[in-house]
Each structure stands twice: as structure tokens, then as C-alpha cells.
């Protein structure tokens, strides 16, 4: 596979552009939003489901699946798209975002990060090396470099001694997936994926700090990845401080090659930082907010469970396609959710799914068109044009 990334597309006005990601999946149109299934499974829709709305790319966890169902069970059956019935691209996190999350039950070292499964409390060492194995394992199309994710707030020491360690495990990582390689190479049968089709994407932190960003994006590029990613973002920072971030450092990544803003999703975000020159996001807060009872709407984030929806027999969105706003009424929804069915929290999830979908086409579309600015203030406006009356 000798392409990896094609801009297609550039904005006159801003730094938004449109390309193409070219895997062993197929190609993903960008910019693109990448569902977070951390287990195998975009919580409570099927595969199918997904790909009917039209999702080419998800999010797996090296982390979490190497626990359950345990790597020798997903070597069984050949890869994750086959465990989970998945044809299109796979992502995988390395492991580095459960190094910020579960800080509590980790402790870091030069070679790697000792973990407590919260589970059953077993003790587990995961290193650079390690996480290349078990994404290789799953047949991920993009791997991860394990990485440090930083929190915030952090001093200024702790973020520059995270983003030395983070560099020095991009080099170990990219040194065991050219062995990997190299193995496949010499011998086909050494293992059942195509290897030599999967990519591998730095990871640019250093936390609020512009100089320790800079100097981390310099040093993953002379070390060389097929994409570069800006992680240790949305962990709490100012929006501001974020978009600073974004806007400083994208501009010295690789422009031939993807850029992705890690856990990055809200549409407000996605609109802003795509004009930065971000082609890629992942977010948990589309699916895990519509869990909650919270769906996004052409205007606005929208409360189902707040009872003035308890008589409302529109759909949630009179503006969206979808399957669920096609089929069914806030009503019956709010009801659903108050009752604590189970298909209330999978048709407001597969709602919010096409709804970051179709925000992704409008994107596309507007940067091919030369009208980015023009379709970003309208969608703006209508998406804070609504008051929801609270009444619960």
C-alpha cells in the first residue's frame, strides 16, 4: 500500500482541508469523526448499525481488550474486525489515555507503566513494546504510540519530564513495529494480518506549555510516523488554552500526513479546530451524553429526560434523516428513558452518531465547495439559537 494520506481539498481562508486516509479497510474520507468503541463495540449498536450510518473508522482499546476478551481469544479469531463482525477501519488507543484516567492504580517508570486491573486488582506491565504487540495482535488499520498523557492542571517539570518520556517510547515503538515488519516480510505466515498495511501515528504532548509542544512535535517527526496526533488535550484545560495549542502546533506537523486532535469532540470543537487544520477526532461525549439522556440537534443540545418532553410529539430533530427522528417522537423517548428501557439509551446514541456524521459531511462538503466559513457561522447559529426550558 504505497499512498497513506491525500489532501484532496484545501480551505482559501482557513488551514480546513479534506483528504483521504488510505488503510487495508478501505479509504476514510476526512475530516472524520471516529466513534470510541473501547471494547469491541460502540456501547449498545451493532456493527451493522454502524455502517448503515455511514461510520468508517472506530475506536478500539489496546488497554482494555487485551484484558477482555484477553488477545489470544481475538488472535483466534484472526483480528477484531472479525471478532466483532467489522469490515471497515479500526483505530487503536495504546493505553497511554488509561495512564491519565486510571492514575490511581498506575504507577510510571523510564520503560513503562505498572497497572492494577481495576477489575480484580491483578498487576499488569505494559510497555511501548508491548502495546505495538497487542495492537498488531488486533489487526488495528492505525496504531497508537504508547504515550504519557498528561493532566491538568501540571507544572511545568512534570509536563516536560512526560513529554521525554513520551518521545523516547515513540522511538521504542516505532522500533518494534519495523521488527514486526521486517518478520512479516521474511516470512508470510508469521502472522495472519497484513501488518505491512497498518500505520503507525506519533503522539505531540507537553501539556499548556507552547515550548514543550513545539519541541515534542520536532522530535516525533525526526523520528518519523505516518500521522501525527495532539494528545493530552480536553483533560480540563480552558477551551482557549486548547485552541492556542492547536493553532501553534498543527502548523509544524508534516502537511502530507494526517493530524488528529485526540478525545477532541464537541461540534463547536470540531468546527474550530478543523479550520486549524485538524483531519481527525475522536470523542466519547456523542454516545456516552446520549446515555445520559442528552441528544444533539441541528439546534441545540437537547435534555430528554426533562419532563416539557414528556407531551412534545416531534421528532428530535424535524431536520434529520435519521432512522430514529424518522420513526420516533421526543415523547416516546423521554419515556423510554424515564422507564429505564434499554433501546432508549441505543436510539439516542444511534441518533447522536448521525447527527456527527452528517456535522462531518457538512464539513467536507463546505471545504470542497469553498464555503467553510460561510456553513460554520450558519450551523453556529442555529446550534445556539435554542433556550431549553428546564422542568424536570
Known amino acids: 500500500m504505497e499512498k497513506k494520506f491525500q489532501v484532496i481539498k484545501k480551505d482559501k481562508e482557513t488551514k480546513a482541508r479534506a483528504g483521504k486516509i488510505y ?58 474486525h472479525n471478532f466483532m463482525n467489522w469490515k471497515r477501519a479500526i483505530l487503536t488507543d495504546s493505553g497511554g489515555f488509561q495512564v491519565f484516567s ?36 488486533l489487526g488495528a488499520d492505525i496504531l497508537m504510540c504508547f504515550d504519557e498523557c498528561t493532566p491538568y492542571p501540571c507544572d511545568y517539570e512534570y509536563a516536560k519530564n512526560s513529554m521525554e518520556r513520551t518521545l523516547e517510547w515513540a522511538k521504542r515503538c516505532k522500533e518494534k513495529f519495523q521488527v514486526e515488519n521486517l518478520k512479516f516480510e521474511e516470512n508470510k505466515n508469521y502472522q495472519l494480518l497484513t501488518i505491512n498495511h497498518q500505520l503507525l ?22 523520528i518519523g510516523f505516518d500521522g501525527y496526533a495532539l494528545g493530552g488535550l480536553s483533560v480540563g484545560e480552558p477551551k482557549e488554552k486548547m485552541y492556542e495549542i492547536v493553532e501553534k502546533i498543527v502548523p509544524l506537523l508534516q502537511e502530507d500526513l494526517p493530524h488528529y486532535l485526540m478525545g477532541v469532540g464537541t461540534p463547536e470543537e470540531i468546527w474550530e479546530t478543523v479550520g486549524m487544520g485538524v ?57 423510554l428513558y424515564r422507564a429505564e428501557e434499554i433501546l432508549g439509551l441505543r436510539l439516542n446514541t444511534l441518533h447522536n452518531l448521525y447527527f456527527m456524521i452528517k456535522l462531518f459531511g457538512l464539513i467536507r462538503k463546505s471545504i470542497v465547495e469553498n464555503c467553510f466559513l460561510e456553513e460554520k457561522e450558519k450551523f453556529l447559529n442555529k446550534y445556539f439559537s435554542y433556550t431549553e426550558v428546564r422542568n424536570e
Open 23 to 80: 488503510t487495508a479497510h478501505g479509504e476514510i474520507e476526512t475530516p472524520v469523526f471516529i466513534p470510541v468503541g473501547t471494547q469491541g463495540t460502540v456501547k449498545t449498536l451493532s456493527s451493522e448499525e454502524l455502517e448503515q450510518a455511514n461510520v468508517q473508522i472506530i475506536q478500539g482499546n489496546a488497554y482494555h481488550l487485551s484484558f477482555r476478551p484477553g488477545i489470544e481469544v481475538i488472535r483466534k479469531a484472526e483480528g477484531l
Open 102 to 137: 486510571l492514575s490511581n492504580l498506575r504507577e510510571v517508570t523510564p520503560q513503562g507503566v505498572k497497572f492494577r486491573y481495576p477489575y480484580n486488582g491483578s498487576e499488569h506491565f505494559f510497555t511501548p513494546e508491548k502495546s505495538i504487540e497487542i495492537q498488531l495482535a
Open 201 to 222: 501515528f506519533g503522539i505531540v504532548q507537553g501539556g499548556i506549555y507552547s515550548d514543550l509542544r513545539r519541541e515534542s512535535a520536532e522530535k516525533t517527526i525526526e
Open 279 to 335: 483531519d481527525m477526532f475522536d470523542c466519547v461525549q456523542p454516545t456516552r451524553n446520549a446515555r445520559n439522556g442528552q441528544v444533539f440537534t441541528t439546534f441545540g443540545k437537547l435534555n430528554i429526560k426533562n419532563a416539557t418532553y414528556r407531551n412534545d410529539f416531534r421528532p428530535l430533530d424535524e431536520e434529520c434523516l435519521c432512522p430514529v427522528c424518522q420513526n420516533y417522537t421526543r415523547a416516546y423517548l423521554s419515556h
